[in-house]
């Protein structure tokens, strides 16, 4: 019999060592944490240096034959960890080559201590089984923090040790969990959500990281990472403006929108601090989310087409035409499906001709799934996860047919979602999900002065959006969600009683309200028939009129006192215009179109001149423009704003600052209009919300204003559930399916 080796084997290469007695990874004489498969897969790999190693070899060698596992997506994950240990990648590889579709090369030169250059033994399979339940055992970890943490919240405890007991097996194994539960993980330190909802959680696709974007005290959006079993998020440096991110399907990259850039960018989540890389210019069109399948294909939506481009970076194409026949208008959050060549997305037409597709890469053909406005993913192993209403539902999905085979299962209620039909949740491929619940921002309506000191309240705390100000200042419009049917409706709040009177009554969405000159009637907008259309109605009165109704949203913004309507509408190209309606009944007339955002528009006094505000510069400003030509326009704030309002007389133009401060600047009218330099008058208590929807008012001598301060705000979370398939209980269709 051949005598044991008496000293560790031991495999160098570069500033790394391998013990394949002690079974680690070193670098430097430092032991570097890696798991059982990626650690089987680089001892594979060095008995053939230079070699191309099959992945038939590697599932030969490292899993056995009656293991029954997703072999693509373990190996896949094994090579990826593996990398993530050694500090490299699949793009500039220096130890792991990718040989496309035959399997892996080692690339550096190994030297073998105490033992010659006879073949390394291979490493046993370590998979051990329960004789209660004939799955994998979890063996146990030691938490990962000290004792003083404690303090910490128990919620946060919960999470870490659920997380650390179920990520300690390889996720490619499929281990049916026995573990099932929802957590909060809160947002981190000082970061909140920003006013246009946009702010997400997504879970990677192994399930072990989540990206989370949110507004950090400087007023602008970033994006963190955190990973499952720890109690802290990092900031990924270089990712300002970051919009709407999504992941690489090794878990290695995020991709995301760069607001200020109009550019999509991916920036690495492993190894050390590195930059973001630009993969294409965009337009300053609306942005509808992105998939990356293992192929290298990214497909990200901008208002109103789907395109595809290189991940490497690239020219961006085109994916699918809009389809007349239907009307349609947006293709937007494209999901790719397993097979990385068919995808999901949100096909939005003219009145309610609307739902969820599947598309291909390979053919202009698509198939309609559901008539829902939401996003879709699909979920192994065989779900399509989508919104209705405030419910997030799971339906089976043959993902080979491409049809639903099932009914609809509730997965969970008082899911939050933004405007554009995003609902706020993703799921990895190992049963782990997470979404954005449903944050009440309630409020109190009160006076403030001049110099920002809180003079008196107004009714009951509540939620209120959109204030108006009637001419004679005595009432407040305003939108109020109704929680019974889901939608929003018109409100007014008298002003010396607190006294609350509704004034619509649709179960729809009924929002931005804005009075009449002679304060008689309102005038607002409704997602009745599909699309948000215009509305007028008198205060008190019952019968509502229709004045515009068209195939894409519209938002009043003033109703002035010749009668016309002066209102922001979306356009077939994808972008806005500044309409005006001279009267009900008549045609509208194009006063201003670009494709960058705009909104909050308010003719002066006089009527000469007005102020709205855009993202010209790629954030939110506020300029000035002659009226109605829209000519002559220059910027007025400095540091960003919106929601301009001109003072009774015309000699000052009020507006929030992004960072919060009401700002002021005097104006000297007439033939050419004269703005000093804004000024700030004090700090406002709120958020600034800068889509299209007042969150103050002020009297016509600019003495006096009304805000919306906060109450009760909450804490600001994720769900997140584990085993989340667990207790589902089939919905009746008739709850669920119908069109929106």
Not at 11 to 21: A, I, N, P, S, T
Not at 48 to 56: F, M, S
Request: proline share 7%; net charge neutral.
């Amino acid at each position: 019999m051949t005598s044991q080796p008496q000293t560790p084997r031991v495999v160098r290469f570069g500033v790394f060592e391998v013990d394949l007695r002690a079974r680690e990874l070193r670098k430097g004489g430092l032991k570097i944490k890696i798991h059982d498969q990626p650690f089987q897969v680089l001892v594979a790999l060095l008995e053939h240096p230079g070699e191309i190693v099959t992945r038939e070899d590697l599932h030969q060698t490292i899993w056995l034959a009656d293991t029954f596992v997703d072999f693509d997506h373990g190996l896949n994950t094994a090579v990826n960890k593996l990398r993530d240990a050694l500090g490299d990648s699949a793009d500039s590889p220096r130890f792991v080559e990718t040989v496309p579709r035959r399997g892996y090369r080692f690339l550096p030169s190994v030297e073998v201590r105490a033992g010659g250059a006879a073949a390394l033994p291979p490493v046993p399979v370590i998979c051990e089984s329960s004789p209660d339940s004939g799955g994998p055992v979890r063996p146990s970890v030691a938490p990962a923090w000290s004792r003083n943490r404690r303090i910490l919240a128990w919620t946060l405890l919960v999470v870490s040790l659920a997380f650390v007991a179920v990520f300690s097996v390889p996720v490619f194994e499929r281990p049916r969990w026995n573990l099932a539960g929802r957590f909060q993980i809160p947002m981190p330190d000082k970061i909140i959500f920003g006013s246009d909802d946009l702010d997400v959680a997504v879970v990677s696709p192994d399930g072990q990281r989540v990206v989370i974007s949110g507004v950090a005290p400087d007023g602008k959006r970033h994006l963190w990472i955190r990973a499952l079993d720890s109690i802290t998020a990092r900031l990924l440096p270089g990712t300002e403006t970051a919009l709407l991110p999504f992941w690489s399907p090794d878990s290695r990259f995020v991709a995301y929108f760069h607001g200020s850039e109009n550019s999509l960018k991916k920036v690495t989540v492993t190894g050390g601090p590195q930059m973001p890389l630009t993969l294409c210019k965009l337009t300053q069109a609306g942005l509808g989310g992105g998939t990356w399948n293992r192929d290298g294909t990214i497909v990200f939506g901008e208002t109103p087409f789907l395109y595809r481009v290189p991940a490497g970076g690239g020219e961006a194409k085109r994916v699918l035409t809009l389809d007349e026949s239907r009307q349609e208008r947006s293709h937007s959050f494209p999901q790719f499906l397993p097979d990385g060549r068919h995808f999901l997305y949100l096909s939005r037409s003219a009145r309610r001709k609307a739902g969820i597709y599947v598309g291909s890469l390979d053919s202009a053909e698509t198939r309609l799934l559901l008539p829902i406005r939401s996003n879709a993913q699909y979920v192994a192993p065989g779900f399509l996860l989508y919104g209705r209403e405030d419910t997030l539902l799971a339906q089976p999905f043959d993902v080979k047919k491409l049809r639903l085979t099932g009914e609809p299962f509730k997965v969970a209620e008082q899911v939050d979602r933004a405007e554009n039909f995003l609902y706020i949740f993703s799921a990895s491929e190992t049963g782990v999900l997470v979404y954005r619940p449903i944050h009440p921002n309630k409020s109190q309506v009160t006076w403030y002065g001049r110099d920002g000191a809180q003079q008196a309240t107004v009714g009951e705390v509540g939620v209120y959006d959109g204030l108006s100000l009637s001419p004679d200042e005595t009432r407040l419009a305003v939108e109020r969600p109704d929680p019974a049917v889901g939608g929003s409706d018109i409100w007014t709040l008298e002003l010396s009683t607190g006294v609350l009177s509704r004034v619509t009554f649709h179960p729809s969405t009924e929002s931005v309200p804005i009075w009449s000159a002679d304060g008689r009637e309102l005038v607002f907008n409704s997602d009745r028939n599909g699309e948000l259309d215009l509305y007028r109605k008198a205060v008190g009165g019952a019968e509502e009129e229709l004045l515009l109704a068209s195939d894409y949203f519209k938002y009043p913004e003033q109703w002035l006192r010749d009668g016309s309507l002066l209102f922001l509408s979306g356009t077939s190209e994808g972008g806005m215009h500044f309409g005006r309606l001279p009267a009900a009944g008549t045609k509208p007339e194009i006063l201003f179109h670009t494709d960058p955002y705009k909104g909050s528009a308010r003719v002066s006094p006089d009527g000469r001149w007005v102020a709205y505000q855009g993202t010209e510069t790629a954030r939110w400003e506020v300029y000035v423009a002659r009226y109605p030509a829209f000519t002559e326009r220059r910027r007025v704030s400095n540091d960003g704003g919106c929601q301009p309002q001109w003072r009774k007389d015309g000699k000052e133009l009020f507006f929030l600052g992004l960072d919060g401060k009401l700002m002021s600047a005097a104006v000297k009218g007439g033939s050419r209009l004269e703005v000093n330099r804004p000024t700030p008058l004090f700090q406002a208590p709120m958020r600034v919300d800068t889509w299209n929807r007042y969150q103050y008012a002020v009297v016509r001598d600019g003495q006096r204003f009304i805000l919306n301060a906060p109450v009760d705000q909450g804490s600001q979370t994720f769900t997140l559930a584990i085993n989340w398939t667990a207790g589902l209980k089939p919905q009746r269709p008739s709850t669920v399916l119908a069109a929106p």
